[in-house]
């Protein structure tokens, strides 16, 4: 593989199968193993500096694309290079130090901080397991990182719980957190979608403005495309374990090329009552992720759906200036 010196993170063949638990009955009768399709043969390229996201609804494959590009979770199949190296062929020695540069920001604001430690202590955590900082000097660092996401006079937070804290509040904590070891590659997991509407937007801008600060890459996933289209530079639209589009993030918001990325589109609200979008509906359910659908695994709910969509998998294919898609039509 040819790596380029942008290149951070390259994803290649991702798979996580999820063997589910038989019970009695399925023991007996039950000649196969079922294994839930969580993620099933993704590849892509995050290039230093970016927002790269990942949108699709839920049971799509998001979160556990981003554990698995952690190591948080250990991959079925698949590649994932950080800078070169591969991350599934490190030892725990070599997996510990990569940790330090890839790091995550938990969607619960709440339930990712432990309720017994005060917020100098989860923040300063890592700074003391990893050996970055002791004493006086973590103290001091914990404090810098307290100002940095917005919770001043530093010292009086410092001593607190987090249920003394609000959600937008705790969710600057966990930020913090995340960027005690000063990472190059944080993996943001839905990190406004439990958070009111009013503080969304001062998340956002606080995640923007550390990026620039700290020369952050992104991975955010999310399943609000307002936000998606707001943060990104590229997006990869995941449905039922694969992408079925990737493109820039001006491509896809300004020409979605694969129908469920379209009904996506005109999903977002607009604040104008003026402006009128045609509606593109999507009928059914998600098709199960132990038996997804043979062929397009879209072809279930598409509206556009012909002859062969049924039979043939679409492969992935760059439609010009790097918009992929996998669509038949």
């Known amino acids: 593989m040819q790596f380029l010196a942008k ?22 009768f039950s000649t196969t193993d079922a294994v839930v399709h969580a993620v099933d043969g993704i590849s892509f390229t995050i290039q230093s500096g970016e927002t790269f996201s990942l949108v699709g609804e839920t049971g799509s494959g998001k979160t556990t694309t981003g554990r ?22 490190l030892d725990k020695r070599a997996l510990r130090s990569l940790r330090r540069d890839m790091q995550m920001i938990f969607q619960d604001p709440y339930t990712s901080l432990n309720p017994r430690m005060t917020i100098g202590e989860i923040i300063g955590e890592p700074l ?24 001043g006079p530093a010292q009086e937070f410092a001593h607190r719980h ?22 190059k590659f944080v993996v943001a997991d839905e990190p406004v979608s439990a958070l009111d509407m009013s503080v969304r937007s001062e998340i956002l801008n606080l995640m923007q403005d550390l990026k620039q600060e700290f020369n952050l890459t992104y991975l955010l996933i999310a399943h609000d495309l307002a936000v998606v289209n707001y943060m990104s530079d590229h997006v990869a639209v995941m449905y039922l374990g694969k992408i079925v589009e990737l493109a820039s993030s001006k491509d896809l918001f300004t020409e979605p090329l694969h129908p469920y ?24 359910e998600v098709p199960s992720p132990i038996h997804p659908p043979q062929g397009c695994r879209f072809h279930t709910r598409c509206p556009f ?17 790097g918009h992929l898609v996998a669509c038949h039509m």
């Open 305 to 321: 759906k012909k002859p062969g969509c049924e039979l043939t998998e679409p492969d992935l294919r760059d439609c010009g200036g």
């Open 162 to 183: 987090p249920h003394e804290f609000s959600g937008g509040q705790r969710q600057r904590i966990g930020i913090a957190r995340a960027l005690a070891l000063k990472p």
């Open 261 to 284: 990325t379209k009904a996506l589109v005109a999903a977002i609200p607009i604040p104008d009552p003026d402006i009128k979008r045609e509606s593109l509906e999507i009928s059914g």
């Open 128 to 151: 003391e397991v990893s050996g970055a900082a002791k004493g006086q000097e973590k103290d001091a660092d914990v404090l810098e990182l307290l100002e940095k996401v917005g919770l």
């Open 7 to 28: 290149d951070l993170v390259i994803v290649e063949h991702l798979k996580k199968h999820f063997p589910m638990e038989k019970g009695i009955l399925g023991s007996i």
């Open 68 to 89: 698995l590009i952690l190591r948080a979770v250990e991959a079925t199949a698949g590649h994932v290079y950080f800078e070169g190296r591969d991350v599934f062929a």
